[in-house]
């Protein structure tokens, strides 16, 4: 027997998924509060409001039909966008030709966008040509360094002599953290600030990952890079760019003028400045 393939908007509905979300939630709305600017985009899972603590006026939530196991598409099954789906989004489009002009998004989000992506180089090159300077990228992935990520390596092995169940999605390539670093310092980008969470063994059952919840207090101070989701901030940074500012001048105030005076020798040697002030006044 073949294991169960579960897509991703299914499994974030299981207790596991829940747990995820639930700290995912709370990482964007306190990482985002105080990013300021005009435009901000989230490419992606409508089921997390990751911009719901920001407050830029504008503000877009995008759906992408490449992004394999998002609700609006199913290339498996050849199916379009739901009306769901439809009525969330404000834009229908491809994570790898986005419709803005560059230097145009001041925030781009990305909740598990990357490892859901059929080309996840593609679509960071495409944030990066968005973001203007100094703008800001936030991302949030499964971590395969993790418990949940070993479980997960072991189900795909158990499942080549057809026995066992996949504990996370089948969809998507999870990409490790250090491999997503070397990915945005290629493209320019400067790691603000990295985290991760969720350090309970994998669980599928609630009563069961609540009690083990005193892992994430401990996990997060013995082991920190092992939990099972990250949440990555990053900076695009444009090197040699210099802001000159304008040079202001007080109003009513004329530049000082050097004044050529002439020495005249006077008596013991010395200038006789009475004379050279009695010449200036005639003008010799």
């Known amino acids: 027997m073949k294991p169960e393939i579960i897509g991703l908007v299914p499994w974030l509905a299981t207790a596991p998924g829940q747990c995820l979300l639930q700290w995912e939630r709370q990482q964007f709305e306190e990482a985002l509060s105080d ?12 089921q997390l ?16 039909g ?14 379009g966008p739901t009306p769901e789906a439809v009525h969330q989004a404000s ?5 790898a030709a986005l419709p803005f002009a560059e230097n145009a998004l001041d925030l781009v ?14 679509t960071l090159r495409e944030v990066e040509r968005v973001l ?3 703008g800001r990228v936030v991302i949030s992935g499964l ?20 026995v066992g169940q996949l504990f996370l999605p089948e969809q998507g390539d999870f990409i490790g953290y250090w491999r997503l670093r070397d990915w945005l310092r290629l493209l320019g980008f400067e790691v603000e600030s990295a985290r991760f969470g969720v350090y309970r063994p994998a669980l599928s059952h609630a009563r069961w990952l609540d009690r083990f919840a005193w892992m994430d207090r401990a996990g997060a101070r013995w082991w920190p890079i092992f ?58």
């Open 35 to 46: 990013v300021f600017g005009y435009h901000a985009l989230q490419l992606g899972l409508p």
């Open 132 to 134: 203007m300077p100094e």
């Open 227 to 284: 939990g099972a989701v990250y949440f990555v901030v990053a900076v695009k940074r444009v090197r040699g760019m210099r802001l000159i500012e304008p040079v202001r001048r007080e109003p009513g105030r004329r530049p000082a003028v050097a004044v050529a005076v002439r020495r005249q020798a006077g008596v013991g040697g010395q200038d006789a400045p009475c004379d050279n002030l009695q010449r200036l006044g005639q003008g010799s």
């Open 109 to 122: 989000v990305l909740p598990h966008t990357l490892e859901l992506s059929e080309d996840p180089h593609a």
């Open 143 to 162: 971590n395969p360094a993790s418990l949940w990520g070993f479980k997960q390596r072991r189900s795909r092995w158990l499942a080549r002599w057809g």
């Open 66 to 79: 490449d992004l394999v196991g998002m609700p609006d598409s199913d290339p498996l099954q050849g199916k």
């Open 91 to 95: 834009l229908l489009l491809h994570s």
């Open 49 to 64: 409001p990751a911009l719901a603590s920001n407050r830029m006026p504008h503000q877009w939530l995008a759906l992408g």
